[in-house]
């Protein structure tokens, strides 16, 4: 059975402009995580039917060469939210390993194509130990 670690919401306005980032969010090791060997599902609902979601998925790693910084973990891209078959597709799952490895994740939602003047939305994460 998994267990769900976080929930995140990434929203854009109306009209905003190609690879606009809302503000990061960033997630705690989990108390019983040391050193990760473990699977996490992460799921992407993504609203939009003008954009894809680009997620990155970044280990926090403090004091690296004098500094804190943003180690790329894994990159996520979530189509627009299409039809096919008569069936809603707006969510993905991804099996991503190695997540809270020690340290804690950034994440960073960006959009791939400019946001329509009606085209506000928002883009769900959770993700889970499997």
Same mark, same amino acid.
């Given at each position: 059975?998994?267990?769900? #670690?976080? $929930?995140?919401?990434?929203?854009?306005?109306?009209?905003?402009?190609? +690879? !606009?980032?809302?503000?990061?969010? $960033?997630?705690?090791?989990?108390?019983?995580?040391?050193?990760? #060997?473990?699977?996490?599902? &992460?799921?992407? %609902?993504? %609203?939009? !039917?003008?954009?894809?979601?680009?997620?990155?998925?970044?280990?926090?790693? !403090?004091?690296?060469?004098?500094? +804190?910084?943003?180690?790329?973990?894994?990159?996520? &891209?979530?189509?627009?939210?299409?039809?096919?078959?008569? @069936?809603?597709?707006? !969510?993905?799952?991804?099996? &991503?390993?190695?997540?809270?490895?020690?340290? $804690?994740? @950034?994440?960073?939602?960006?959009? $791939?194509?400019? &946001?329509?003047?009606?085209?506000?939305?928002?883009?769900?994460?959770?993700?889970?130990?499997?």
């Amino acid at each position: 059975m998994s267990k769900k #670690i976080a $929930d995140v919401q990434f929203s854009w306005a109306n009209s905003a402009p190609i +690879d !606009t980032i809302p503000a990061p969010a $960033d997630i705690a090791v989990p108390g019983d995580i040391v050193m990760s #060997i473990d699977r996490f599902l &992460v799921i992407v %609902n993504n %609203n939009s !039917t003008e954009t894809a979601v680009r997620l990155r998925l970044f280990a926090i790693e !403090t004091g690296l060469g004098g500094a +804190d910084r943003e180690a790329l973990l894994d990159e996520l &891209v979530v189509s627009a939210k299409a039809t096919a078959h008569g @069936r809603i597709i707006d !969510t993905y799952a991804y099996v &991503v390993t190695g997540l809270f490895n020690g340290v $804690d994740i @950034r994440l960073v939602a960006s959009n $791939d194509v400019a &946001v329509g003047a009606a085209g506000a939305f928002s883009a769900n994460v959770r993700i889970e130990r499997l």
